[in-house]
T-cell receptor, first 114, second 109 residues
Framework: DTGVSQNPRHKITKRGQNVTFRCDPISEHNRLYWYRQTLGQGPEFLTYFQNEAQLEKSRLLSDRFSAERPKGSFSTLEIQRTEQGDSAMYLC????????????FGPGTRLTVL | GQNIDQPTEMTATEGAIVQINCTYQTSGFNGLFWYQQHAGEAPTFLSYNVLDGLEEKGRFSSFLSRSKGYSYLLLKELQMKDSASYLC??????????WGAGTKLIIKP
């Protein structure tokens, strides 16, 4: 399978705990995006990378959120001191900007904060 | 501001045709995407339009009018498996996708 993969698929945590999610993009895709989605809404942009460089981060994003893409391949999204409002589906997508702007999504990580 | 508008929900009958409309306002424009999303799953790419006109792909077609800031997705010969949310997204001048809230399509037998 050469699609976008995400781990874990589900995460249940208690309020105040830290969580980390991983995304493996389609190989050789240079752009990687993180989104958050709640029920009945479209994806909400969080941040994106061009290779290893984080080029943009949503102004709505709390300082508790951080993302890395250390070698320009996989990426991690960490949420510190989770709150119940962080409960959502976290989606990762990748694209090859040189060829197309089409973003291909992974299956998502569903986070539940108790 | 940037905004995407699409109906919240639509209902159609199996075997029929349905058109889902989308209007957009973005700072700059570099194309319009449609994605399908089944409940609990990730969005999957359906179509991309950057020039005015109709793009046909099997049972699905997508239309764009840049001057009107308008697009639609046309689904023919509806099947029960087409029950899903359909997301419209516009690519702005920074090549960022601006997403609509999605249209939930309910197919009845």
């Amino acid at each position: 399978d050469t699609g976008v993969s995400q781990n874990p698929r589900h995460k249940i945590t208690k309020r105040g705990q830290n969580v980390t999610f991983r995304c493996d993009p389609i190989s050789e895709h240079n752009r990687l995006y993180w989104y958050r989605q709640t029920l009945g809404q479209g994806p909400e942009f969080l941040t994106y990378f061009q290779n290893e460089a984080q080029l943009e981060k949503s102004r709505l994003l709390s300082d508790r959120f951080s993302a890395e893409r250390p070698k320009g391949s996989f990426s991690t999204l960490e949420i510190q001191r989770t709150e119940q409002g962080d409960s959502a589906m976290y989606l990762c997508a990748s694209s090859d900007r040189e060829i197309t702007d089409t973003q291909y999504f992974g299956p998502g990580t569903r986070l539940t904060v108790l | 501001g940037q905004n995407i508008d699409q109906p919240t929900e639509m209902t159609a009958t199996e075997g029929a045709i349905v058109q889902i409309n989308c209007t957009y306002q973005t700072s700059g424009f570099n194309g319009l995407f449609w994605y399908q999303q089944h409940a609990g799953e990730a969005p999957t790419f359906l179509s991309y339009n950057v020039l005015d006109g109709l793009e046909e792909k099997g049972r699905f077609s997508s239309f764009l009018s840049r001057s009107k800031g308008y697009s639609y997705l046309l689904l023919k010969e509806l099947q029960m498996k087409d029950s899903a949310s359909y997301l419209c997204a516009a690519l702005d001048s920074n090549y960022q996708l601006i997403w609509g809230a999605g249209t939930k399509l309910i197919i009845k037998p």
